[in-house]
């Protein structure tokens, strides 16, 4: 169903948003932090959601393509005047503002 794809695509990027919108960058999200569990093994700890989104939007990733394909791809919809809807339109604004 196309009016689900929209829906989920709106859902997602609403997620990415907020996560995004709410991030302060730090000096510490550009340093590799880590942690020692047990036995002496050390891991990586994993960066802010909102730092790791920005890192994919500033680099050439398939978040970043993913995005800008949406936005292609609802600027095709909404110029066909018979297929525009409401959620097609949401999922460009969203990302859109994430691209912003």
Not at 28 to 40: K, L
Not at 62 to 91: G, N, P, W
Request: some cysteine.
């Amino acid at each position: 169903d196309p009016q689900e794809k929209w829906l989920v695509a709106s859902g997602a990027m609403e997620i990415m948003y907020k996560l995004l919108s709410n991030h302060d960058i730090v000096q510490n999200d550009f340093v590799e932090q880590t942690c020692e569990i047990a036995q002496g093994r050390v891991i990586t700890l994993p960066c802010q959601p909102g730092h790791s989104i920005m890192h994919h939007l500033l680099n050439d990733s398939a978040l970043l393509r993913k995005l800008l394909f949406i936005v292609d791809e609802c600027c095709q919809l909404l110029s066909d005047v018979d297929s525009s809807t409401d959620k097609v339109a949401h999922a460009g604004l969203l990302a859109l503002k994430l691209l912003e």
